[in-house]
């Protein structure tokens, strides 16, 4: 199985290396990290990640996966990666993203009139390019999985192994992750977190996403 996962500068870098953590210990799994050029990309935080092949030398994949970050709204309109995203798209079994990078799967034509989910902050926007916004952390309908913000894409991961592999796959993996979150606070959705930090980041969600 063939997993191809996008990377591009000032991603989100948990929204690709969350999920590659779960997909690596596949069973006859290989992942390929592309991008518009190869060699480094730089994700938010100044991590450097590489891009090991071009868009044009991964024409398809079983899983195509998609981060979100500040750098998607830099590929909103760029046409080498949506042409990209429909091609391999054709012959995918599942096509995913992680926080933003659902944006990304709807301006390129792939979800209208589909559910999908995102960041909770761009969660909106999903409707400007045809896509039915749902608040869930992790959204199935059909082939296409979207997960929202940025820790999400974890479970989109290990739900996904779920259905490809099996539960006892996914709980294995699971395990083997120590994926047991134990978080601090409760504060982890705006349903949960308290009403003025949830305002905060509202007023600063230019800053924080950078939209354009």
Not at 65 to 72: A, E, K, Y
Request: charged content about 25%; hydrophobic content about 45%.
């Amino acid at each position: 199985m063939r997993i191809a996962i996008l990377l591009y500068d000032d991603m989100a870098a948990l929204d690709a290396i969350g999920p590659f953590e779960v997909f690596r210990f596949g069973k006859d799994t290989e992942v390929v990290f592309t991008g518009k050029k190869t060699g480094e990309v730089r994700a938010g935080g100044n991590l450097g990640l590489v891009v090991d092949r071009p868009l044009a030398e991964v024409p398809s994949a079983d899983v195509v996966l998609v981060p979100g970050g500040t750098g998607q709204v830099e590929l909103m309109d760029d046409p080498e990666v949506h042409e990209w995203l429909r091609e391999v798209d054709r012959t995918s079994s599942w096509t995913t993203s992680v926080c933003t990078g659902s944006l990304l799967l709807a301006a390129a034509g792939l979800l209208d009139g589909r559910k999908a989910t995102s960041h909770w902050l761009a969660l909106e926007h999903l409707s400007v390019y045809g896509a039915v916004p749902t608040e869930q952390r992790v959204v199935f309908d059909g082939k296409y999985v979207t997960a929202a913000g940025v820790s999400a894409g974890i479970d989109m991961a290990l739900e996904l192994t779920d259905r490809i592999a099996g539960d006892v796959a996914a709980q294995a993996i699971q395990l083997g992750i120590e994926y047991d979150p134990q978080p601090p606070h409760d504060a982890g959705s705006p349903a949960k977190a308290p009403a003025d930090i949830v305002a905060r980041m509202r007023e600063n969600r230019r800053s924080f996403l950078r939209e354009s």
